[in-house]
C-alpha cells in the first residue's frame, strides 16, 4: 500500500508562486509513475501533470505549460510541483497520485493510489 502526503499548499497572490510537496511513506515510490490533479470548487478533478518513473519524461496539461514544473527525488521518496505565475482560476485542492508503471497518462482510473490533497489559493 502506497501512502501519500501533500504539502505546500497556501494562499498567494496572483503572479505569485508555491511549490508543492508529496512524500511516499512505507513503499518506494521510483517504480511509480507520479501524477498532480486539481479540483477546483463546483468542478471534476482534472489532470494537471505527471512525470514517469523511467526515464522522467513529463506531461503536462496545456493550462499550466510554462508555468508549472514538476521533478521527482527518487533518492527522497517525493515528488515536487514548482507552481509559478498563479492565477486566480488556479485555486483548487491539489492532490498527488501514483499509477504502476506503464505508459504516462493523465486519466485518473490509471492511478491507484492518492493523497488527501493540500489547498491552494490564489487571490487577484
Known amino acids: 500500500q502506497v501512502q501519500l502526503v501533500e504539502s505546500g499548499g497556501g494562499l498567494v497572490q496572483a503572479g505569485g508562486s508555491l511549490r508543492l510537496s508529496c512524500a511516499g511513506s512505507?513503499?518506494?515510490?521510483?517504480?511509480?509513475?507520479m501524477g498532480w490533479f486539481r479540483q477546483a470548487p463546483g468542478k471534476e478533478r482534472e489532470f494537471v501533470v505527471a512525470?514517469?518513473?523511467?526515464?522522467?519524461?513529463?506531461y503536462y496539461a496545456d493550462f499550466v505549460k510554462g508555468r508549472f514544473t514538476i521533478s521527482r527525488d527518487n533518492a527522497k521518496n517525493t515528488v515536487h510541483l514548482q507552481m509559478n505565475s498563479l492565477k486566480p482560476e488556479d485555486t483548487a485542492v491539489y492532490y498527488c497520485?501514483?499509477?504502476?508503471?506503464?505508459?504516462?497518462?493523465?486519466?485518473?482510473?490509471?492511478?491507484?493510489?492518492w493523497g488527501q490533497g493540500t489547498q491552494v489559493t490564489v487571490s487577484s
Open positions: 512525470i514517469s518513473w523511467r526515464d522522467q519524461n513529463t
Open positions: 497520485a501514483a499509477a504502476p508503471g506503464g505508459r504516462l497518462v493523465d486519466s485518473q482510473i490509471a492511478y491507484a493510489y
Open positions: 512505507e513503499r518506494d515510490l521510483s517504480i511509480y509513475n
